[in-house]
């Protein structure tokens, strides 16, 4: 089996956008602080849920034309995932943070604990859909050089 070759460009890197729920109870703060911490960390950038719920035409462009999509939610009410869905939006990866076993509660009911629990759940591949694609990505990419999209100038 031949590896891809990999490059410091980041190009083999997937694009992820990450919609956290962003809800007022701690699972909600949790899942936007988690969002920030990927982002950082250049697991993918983080995007507001609330604009993609009023059908910002950009956003939603953006979210299917990405490799993956990745929703955090902080209950069962799902709401990111239901506002996703409503604009045609599909999670390639979907965790509910009361699923992860952290109890929902006050705003400021957490800890860094918790918020690493959530980065390393994402990174880990939790809650990963089998067979997502959003619904406008084209299959495949078309790579030339050293493989990497960055046409050997890496």
């Not at 109870?25 to 602080?33: D, S, Y």
């Not at 250049?42 to 990405?66: K, M, P, Q, R, W």
């Not at 939006?89 to 952290?102: N, R, Y």
Request: proline residues 4%.
């Amino acid at each position: 089996m031949t590896e891809k070759p990999t490059c410091s460009c980041g190009a083999n890197e997937p694009k992820r956008i990450i919609f956290p729920c962003a809800g007022q109870a701690n699972v909600g703060q949790l899942t936007n602080l988690a969002a920030l911490q990927l982002t950082e960390e250049g697991y993918g950038s983080i995007a507001c849920v609330a604009l993609l719920g009023i059908g910002a035409e950009n956003l939603i462009a953006n979210a299917l034309n990405a490799d993956e999509v990745v929703i955090l939610d902080g209950c069962p009410m799902l709401c990111a995932k239901k506002i996703a869905g409503a604009q045609g939006v599909a999670a390639g990866q979907h965790l509910v943070l009361t699923e992860m076993g952290i109890a929902k509660g006050p705003s400021k009911n957490y800890t860094d604990k918790d918020i690493e629990k959530v980065v390393s759940a994402c990174w880990k591949g939790e809650g990963r859909v089998k067979n997502a694609a959003p619904s406008g990505k084209k299959s495949g990419r078309k790579d030339s050089g050293s493989g990497c999209g960055c046409n050997g100038t890496c």
